[in-house]
């Protein structure tokens, strides 16, 4: 009797957070569509003044974004944490270490999300899609009077209908957050995101219609004897993915040189996006379009070469402002001129048909979200989820793997990582009074050998800062992993040093000593 009763304990949780997911996905859903369609008119009326432009028409887009990054600036000034594409703040939220207002966050991430994308700068929807499905999880979380676990599933299956409702894609915004975002794959964390996904997808398919967010198509599957096509480009994809992320992580500093304040650095792409839009106001926006426009014709290589420099460095310099908006899109847009790039001079080469082409351009965008986001999973279904084809399951997993692995042999972390580390650095050391150093070598057979920096519960009066090794300096990340002979530097609170001292010798200690 007992374990019929608790079986039924069991059940009945369990639908209670499928229902609240539910809830949470169908707010969710109907907020991101209503941001998607703002959004979209907003870039299709901004493409049609550039179609037509007029000395009067520049004069006032130069106005309007002017007064725009004002708009925002003051918006990022009372509220900080809606900036860029909101995964690290949700990421920090679900770990614990950083927490935010939800109706505040909801608003104000929504209305400088529109504002900031609209105007076609080369930012996506998706991450501010998550952090607003998020705001929702939370919401409903507060109105339900949960906490804890329960509170922190929610902002959870917030995050994955947001991402679902962005790109109509159930199944890979629920694996999003479980690979990337959350970490965590209990049942009742995946079942209730999956249920939100859901939710907010049928919101989405009833706004938008159920036509793939990317559809494309190719005529022939890539016979295996061309598959070292595949490894080739997953090396570039993984060259260039690292390049992505060691220029992204290293544009506020550059920004920092312009003296302009950082919650108005929006003034430098939201003007310089202008005569961007006189020249090519097609390549404007996340990329969506230009993507979709592959499935048509696919540029000659030299207009390829150009629009793959044009949309790196813009997406750069309209990310490193520190808009609201994200980089998902643009990784995958990123991904698909790279993919075309790479067979139209194979094509000339000779080595590659032209009828694979378009093979290349879809394996591509998952190749390089793979390697950039380090969650090759999630790049795989999104793809197939956003394309609408389930036959290239086998080269797309090729090529992703590819492409992670050269990210990782060269030391790249999952990029929303390392922007929640730049996130939580200032409140880690701001926390910290009488800051000291501490150095603490590594000896063979100790617990943290071999491990992960991840993997290891530091002190919370500590900050590791850099691992020597030999001649080296390493910054350390989550999968940076420590070796034995390393010599751990951490920052630690004065007052608590001898407490962090002792922890931290006993794990990096050997058996022997």
């Known amino acids: ?5 608790t079986n039924h304990i069991i059940d009945a949780t369990r639908l209670r957070f499928v229902a609240e997911g539910l809830v949470v996905g169908i707010a969710s859903g109907a907020v991101v569509s209503l941001f998607r369609l703002a959004i979209s008119h907003g870039l299709t009326i901004v493409q049609h003044l550039y179609a037509q432009p007029t000395v009067g028409k520049l004069a006032g887009l130069v106005a309007v974004s002017v007064v725009i990054a004002v708009v925002v600036g003051l918006l990022l000034k009372s509220e900080p944490n809606i900036s860029g594409s909101g995964i690290p703040q949700v990421e920090g939220q679900l770990q614990g270490t950083m927490e935010f207002p939800w109706w505040g966050i909801l608003w104000k991430k929504f209305t400088a999300g529109v504002l900031a994308i609209g105007p076609g700068l080369f930012l996506g929807r998706e991450g501010p899609s998550i952090q607003l499905g998020a ?19 929610m902002i959870a299956s917030g995050a994955a209908a947001g991402l679902s409702a962005a790109f109509n894609a159930p199944i890979a915004g629920t694996l999003f957050v479980l690979e990337e975002v959350y970490h965590n794959f209990s049942p009742l964390v995946w079942l209730t995101s999956l249920a939100s996904a859901i939710g907010a997808d049928f919101i989405s398919l009833n706004v938008f219609g159920e036509v793939p967010v990317l559809h494309l198509s190719y005529a022939r599957s890539m016979p295996v004897t061309l598959y070292w096509h595949l490894l080739a480009l997953g090396v570039v994809l993984g060259l260039l993915g690292f390049l992505y992320q060691r220029v992204l992580l290293a544009m506020p500093k550059w920004y920092a040189a312009t003296h302009i304040p950082r919650a ?3 003034i430098v792409p939201l003007l310089l996006v202008i005569p961007l839009g006189v020249w090519m106001p097609s390549w404007l926006g996340g990329g969506n379009g230009l993507i979709l426009g592959f499935g048509h014709t696919i540029p000659a290589l030299s207009t390829l070469v150009v629009l793959l420099i044009v949309r790196f460095v813009f997406s750069m310099i309209s990310y490193g402002s520190g808009l609201p908006g994200g980089i998902f899109l643009p990784i995958l847009t990123l991904g698909a001129v790279i993919g075309a790039v790479y067979a139209a001079i194979m094509v000339k080469l000779g080595w590659l048909p032209a009828v694979y082409q378009m093979n290349l351009i879809i394996f591509a965008m998952a190749g390089y979200f ?11 279904l999104l793809i197939t989820e956003m394309v609408g084809n389930l036959t290239h399951l086998m080269p797309m997993a090729v090529l992703a793997l590819t492409a992670y ?23 880690q050391v701001a926390a910290m009074r009488g800051m000291d150093r501490l150095e603490v070598p590594v000896f063979a057979g100790s617990s943290l050998e071999d491990t992960q920096v991840r993997q290891f519960a530091w002190p919370e009066a500590s900050l590791l800062i850099e691992i020597r090794r030999g001649d080296q300096s390493v910054i350390p990340h989550g999968d940076t992993v420590i070796r034995a002979g390393d010599t751990l530097v951490l920052l630690v609170s004065a007052a608590k040093r001898a407490a962090v001292r002792s922890q931290v010798r006993a794990a990096a200690a050997g058996t022997a000593s």
């Open 264 to 266: 108005f650095q929006g």
């Open 370 to 380: 793979a390697g950039i986001g380090k969650a090759p999973f999630t790049a795989i």
């Open 405 to 427: 692995v050269v990210v990782d042999l060269l030391g790249g972390a999952p990029i929303y990582a390392d922007l929640l580390a730049r996130l939580n650095l200032p409140q």
């Open 1 to 5: 009797m007992n374990v019929t009763n």
């Open 135 to 153: 705001a929702v999880g939370q919401g409903v979380a507060a109105g339900m009077h949960r906490t804890g676990s329960d509170r922190r599933i």
